[in-house]
């Protein structure tokens, strides 16, 4: 029950996007097609789940016993920036076509926030491994989710008449913000 | 690359390449410490001192980086700034290092600094990315002291914590929220590009 409403909340109630603002960048790059929008969802996704759990390793194994936490920062973005090096090889290896889908949405993924928002807040929530990874995959689909409906609303926008001024990532912050106000909708299902 | 004079260094950060308005860099930071002139504030500072001593760091090394594993080497310049900055938060004001809360270690991913390196400090002499950081600085803080200030006063009726509305005012809380934050900086975004259309067809 603890780990169902770790992910709900991750997901949806403190969504990364609408309540913790990470991931801004990509949500506002790459929101032009539903297409690309889900790929980049899924690469988080991915990504973020294999960073909560290495970092997890990072921050129990070998900073916490130590007496190294003061060295989590700089820790956390150098096992990050390497892991998606990895990751972006190691897929580009085993299936051409996955790393056609959403490896170049890889190196993006390096100089994201919410992936080392993930891993800052997991630490400082204090969660077990389980409720880490849980968090972790709840929060890439949570992303998934906003960046896929933003896409969605953007392609419709094609065809609006939009002020001159506003175009592009003016009207694009202002959707986000009605959709933050929607988010906020879920913030009663978890007491 | 064409030589501008120093004043032209520090003044470009202010408007023609301002991180937020213009490059539209930074923008977690910018949307998530808002809700209040003071967190915007001190998260403005926090983010100078990165940058500034990031770019001098850079700019005065730049020579021992092999091109390679520049960025790499930039993020470690950056995260011990940023660290210093953390530290130093929560040992001298700590009730505002717990209201930033996750927002000072991620100053470490914020746009601005990594690219003013790779862009800036990366080329050019120890001198010039000072001026160019401090540009930029100013540029950012002034950035969000405009968004927390209409924030804060729309959202509680207040400056700095005192009341400057009166009484006949009904705080608008959704601005305080993060829709707030989101719509506040949209229409921020459209009066900054109807500026600059303005002034670019007056030209």
Request: aromatic letters at 10%.
């Amino acid at each position: 029950m603890e780990l169902a409403a770790i992910f709900i909340s991750a997901m949806l109630i403190n969504n990364f996007v609408f309540y913790y603002f990470l991931g801004i960048c990509p949500f506002l790059g790459v929101s032009k097609k539903i297409d690309s929008a889900f790929s980049m969802g899924l690469a988080v996704t991915f990504v973020m789940t294999l960073t909560a759990v290495v970092s997890w390793a990072i921050n129990y194994w070998i900073l916490i016993p130590y007496g190294l936490d003061y060295l989590q920062i700089v820790s956390f973005i150098l096992v990050i920036a390497s892991l998606v090096q990895l990751v972006e090889m190691f897929i580009r290896k085993i299936s051409p076509p996955l790393y056609q889908a959403m490896g170049i949405y890889l190196p993006l993924i390096t100089t994201n926030c919410a992936i080392m928002g993930l891993a800052i807040i997991a630490a400082r929530k204090e969660y077990g491994l389980a409720e880490t990874v849980i968090f972790g995959v709840g929060a890439g689909l949570g992303f998934t989710l906003a960046i896929v409906l933003m896409a969605g609303i953007r392609e419709q926008l094609e065809l609006a008449d939009v002020p001159e001024a506003l175009k592009g990532p003016g009207i694009a912050l202002i959707i986000a913000g009605i959709m933050a106000l929607a988010f906020m909708g879920f913030s009663g299902m978890i007491k | 690359m064409p030589t501008k004079t120093i004043r032209e260094e520090f003044v470009k950060g202010l408007w023609d390449e301002n991180p937020i308005f213009r490059q539209l860099l930074g923008m977690c930071p910018t949307l998530a410490v808002t809700n209040a002139v003071i967190n915007g504030f001190a998260m403005g500072l926090a983010t100078s001192f990165v940058l500034i001593f990031s770019s001098v760091v850079v700019s005065s090394i730049k020579k021992l980086i092999p091109n390679q594993v520049r960025i790499a080497s930039y993020i470690v310049i950056i995260a011990t700034f940023v660290t210093m900055a953390d530290r130093f938060l929560a040992a001298f004001f700590y009730p505002i290092s717990k209201e930033l809360g996750p927002y000072v270690p991620l100053i470490v991913v914020n746009c601005i600094i990594l690219g003013r390196q790779e862009a800036f400090s990366s080329k050019n002499t120890v001198g010039r990315s000072l001026i160019d950081a401090l540009g930029m600085s100013l540029g950012f803080v002034l950035a969000l002291l405009i968004l927390s200030s209409i924030r804060e006063i729309l959202g509680m009726g207040t400056f700095l914590g005192h009341q400057v509305m009166g009484s006949w005012f009904k705080p608008w809380i959704i601005m305080v929220l993060p829709p707030g934050a989101f719509i506040t900086l949209g229409i921020l975004l459209a009066i900054a590009l109807q500026i600059e259309r303005k002034t670019k067809s007056r030209r």
